[in-house]
């Protein structure tokens, strides 16, 4: 259903590639910064230009990387459209498809900094990227990834911030987007159906198909999940 | 604004990028030791110009991090204090290890106090030209990193009219700074033409 592929060289011709490529969607994977050791949010950034789609995807992936981490969304409900004063607005406005930049995490907080460099935190983060993009691109296509800071013509040694504790932003950025790569091209349908899923780390345990409109309840005093019959 | 307009003196022998980054209190022992008359003491305000540098300070935004958000900190010097580029070379060695203790904070630190290679202003613009120090700063390439970087120099020369804009370099090649912090080169940077940054000699 899915073929992903990843773009190089500078950010303009990426884009101008996969235009020509007719990819569906556009990611390109950064992290975030900041000289607060603790600051802690999620945030995408849409192009000046961007679809509604590409916003509706934008904030739900930053919303679901929040709840997943238990931290915050920053922007407007998760998205900087256009960038902070045009920051990363050129990365992704000259796309034809819908298009998102990441920054699920802060790569100077000492917490996030661990998830970003273990296998465990790259595949959640890589699950979630893969959800997003079957959730609204159903009918599958060519995906395009970029990864931020890395493989640059005009600066080949920028691999974005350090993190805290070792490692950088755009080595790091490339190990999810790999991940995420290999889960969507593994994916051979999508179901339509409204699911409910129970999983421990990366195994399923449980999952079935549930009604659009049921009312599920999480009791966590009874450890109940309540699905209507 | 706290900028004096002191007569300057002629008997600081110690470089003006020190002056601007220790305590009233060492400046006095520095200008004893130099030889100077002059008495300075901690309990009365220094001789010469005072003026502010930016930095963020989370305790100043309810324990949130907002990354454009900064806060004056005084800085004082025995010389007036009248040129933009003094405030600069003030900025970047980042906050005093007191001033860190209160919560502010930055990227710059003493790794980038050599950041500022040249500064001009010509006609309300000011030509922001930098040492190449980005591996020190790589931090600032993100959306939030961005935010603190700008914020902190734009309000640190916002306290001079003089200046309405900001355009910046790397070692005079402002088409290498915008590349770096992902910005394109258009009509806000003079479509990042490097002329203006060409020093006298060059």
Known sequence: ?229 | MLRSSNARSRCYPISRLLVFIILPIIIAGLLAAAGCSQPVTSDRDPPGGQFHVYFNNDSLTEGHTVCDAVFPVLRSSPEPIDEPSAALEALFPGPTPEERAQGYRSFFSARTAGLLKHLKIESGTAYLDLRDKRTELAGITSSCGSAEFFSQIQHTLGEYPEIQRIIFAIEGNPGVFYDWLELECDQSNDDCDPAPFALPSD
């Open chain 1, 1 to 229: 259903m899915y073929k992903v592929k990843f773009y190089k060289g500078n950010y303009s011709a990426r884009q101008k590639k996969a235009n020509n490529d007719n990819a569906v969607a556009y990611i390109e994977h950064h992290f975030n910064s900041s000289s607060s050791s603790t600051a802690s949010y999620a945030v995408v950034i849409t192009g000046s230009n961007a679809s509604r789609t590409s916003k509706n995807w934008g904030r739900w992936y930053a919303k679901a990387v929040a709840r997943f981490f238990g931290t915050q969304v920053s922007g407007d409900d998760g998205i900087l459209v256009g960038g902070w004063n045009g920051r990363g607005d050129g990365n992704v406005r000259h796309t034809n498809m819908p298009a998102i930049l990441l920054e699920p995490l802060f790569a100077s907080n000492p917490q996030h900094a661990d998830i970003i460099r273990s296998e465990s935190g790259q595949t959640d983060l890589a699950r979630i990227l893969a959800e997003s993009i079957q959730r609204f691109f159903p009918d599958g296509g060519l995906i395009a990834f970029s990864v931020g800071h890395k493989y640059k013509k005009s600066s080949p040694n920028d691999r974005g911030a350090a993190l805290t504790g070792g490692g950088t932003e755009a080595d790091h950025a490339e190990k999810v987007l790999k991940k995420a790569a290999a889960m969507l091209e593994g994916v051979a349908t999508i179901s339509m159906d409204r699911t409910i899923r129970v999983m421990q780390g990366d195994n399923l345990l449980f999952e079935t198909a549930v009604d659009e409109d049921a009312l599920v309840v999480w009791d966590p005093d009874r450890g109940l999940l309540n699905i209507p019959e």
